[in-house]
């Protein structure tokens, strides 16, 4: 981000105790910078503008972001609940092979471990 226009110092005002040799430079010289400061001013009020305007464009995007996120975020809770049934099934499966009689039920415990290994349980 750019940095703001300096408004410049203005130069020493005349003053009465100044004799006719200060007072008339210092007078041209405070009134000659009054100008330069106005231009300098208008310059900074712009540059706010532009940064306030930038500031609520990226405020914007920081919520968009922001919801995007919480959105993933609700995606994975759904997934993570979805890969854990999936691990309580494929338990109950070995369970059940387990307790079958005979080949049936070795063919039923292998079929549930193949299932699991695949799904990476």
């Known amino acids: 981000m750019a ?3 300096v408004i410049p110092d203005l130069p020493p005002a005349p003053s009465r105790s100044d004799g006719p040799a200060d007072f ?3 007078a041209d010289a405070l009134v000659g910078a009054l100008q330069p400061m106005v231009t300098a001013q208008n ?3 712009e540059w706010m503008n532009e940064t306030a305007q ?3 464009a990226d ?6 972001a922001a919801d995007r ?3 993933v975020d609700t995606n994975v809770g759904a997934q993570v609940a979805a890969a ?3 691990a309580n099934n494929a338990a109950a499966s070995a369970a059940a092979a387990e307790s079958a009689p005979g080949s049936i039920g070795n063919l039923a415990l292998i079929h ?3 299932i699991g290994m695949i799904r990476g349980f």
């Open 24 to 26: 008339t430079p210092k």
């Open 69 to 71: 996120a919480e959105a």
């Open 43 to 45: 310059g900074q009020a």
């Open 112 to 114: 549930s471990m193949t």
């Open 84 to 86: 854990q049934a999936a």
């Open 3 to 5: 940095l703001p226009p």
């Open 54 to 56: 930038q500031v609520h």
């Open 59 to 64: 405020a914007i995007y920081a919520g968009q």
